[in-house]
């Protein structure tokens, strides 16, 4: 059975960093790429950002390039966000997903709040 | 304002039918695979349909895609209570190289 479970989320000031990981399982890991996907509180869903099998390819959405890094560990069979210089707008529950053309697979989500 | 374009809220009756419309451009929906989301209240989205009218195992065929174009259709028949979601299509653009959805369709079975 594919999981996904993300941890990492929390509050943290603005202009502060989080790390969010993504435990993966029951899948070959490194076969996938992966991505990360985040729904502000009452808002629809905003593709994050994602990483090829290898880490040689990343892409971002333009609201998150040069504060974020998404990164993975495939002999850990985990994902990575690094967040840093966070801002009110980064707020929202982030969740991982396995990816090729769909994302076919999502972890429940990890609540990230930026406030002071 | 998301890079495609859904309805805000779609509704009808326990057993009819519904279908939630997906416009987008020729860098996005015109040139790649489109796939629809659902999500039921306070959980994480699930794939619907992917490659634009396929389904993965376990989604009843009550649930259908297709693409024409740029614009593409999520069609429900049957409807049940339990279809009460959140519906989002995304893709991936091109020009942005990045990934898009629409801004989600509200399900509403009266």
């Known amino acids: 059975e594919v999981q996904l479970v993300e941890s990492g989320g929390g509050l943290v000031q603005p202009g502060g960093s989080l790390r969010l990981s993504c435990a993966a399982s029951g899948f070959t890991f490194s076969s996938y790429w992966m991505s990360w996907v985040r729904q502000a509180p009452g808002k629809g869903l905003e593709w994050v950002a994602n990483i090829k099998q290898d880490g040689s390819e990343k892409y971002y959405v333009d609201s998150v390039k040069g504060r974020f890094t998404i990164s993975r560990d495939n002999a850990k069979n985990s994902l990575y966000l690094q967040m840093n210089s966070l801002r009110a707008e980064d707020t929202a529950v982030y969740y991982c997903a396995r990816s090729g053309q769909q994302l076919d697979y999502w972890g429940q989500g990890t609540l990230v709040s930026v406030s002071s | 304002q998301s890079v495609l374009t859904q309805p805000p809220s779609v509704s009808a009756a326990p057993g009819q039918k519904v279908t939630i419309s997906c416009s987008g451009s020729?860098?996005?929906?015109?040139?790649?695979?489109v796939s629809w989301y659902q999500q039921l209240p306070g959980t994480a989205p699930k794939l619907l349909i992917y490659e634009n009218n396929k389904r993965p195992s376990g989604i009843p065929d009550r649930f259908s895609g297709s693409k024409s174009g740029t614009s593409a259709t999520l069609g429900i028949t049957g409807l049940q209570t339990g279809d009460e979601a959140d519906y989002y299509c995304?893709?991936?653009?091109?020009?942005?190289?990045?990934?898009?959805f629409g801004g989600g369709t509200k399900l509403t079975v009266l």
């Open positions: 995304g893709t991936w653009d091109s020009s942005l190289s990045g990934g898009v």
């Open positions: 020729s860098s996005n929906i015109g040139n790649n695979y």
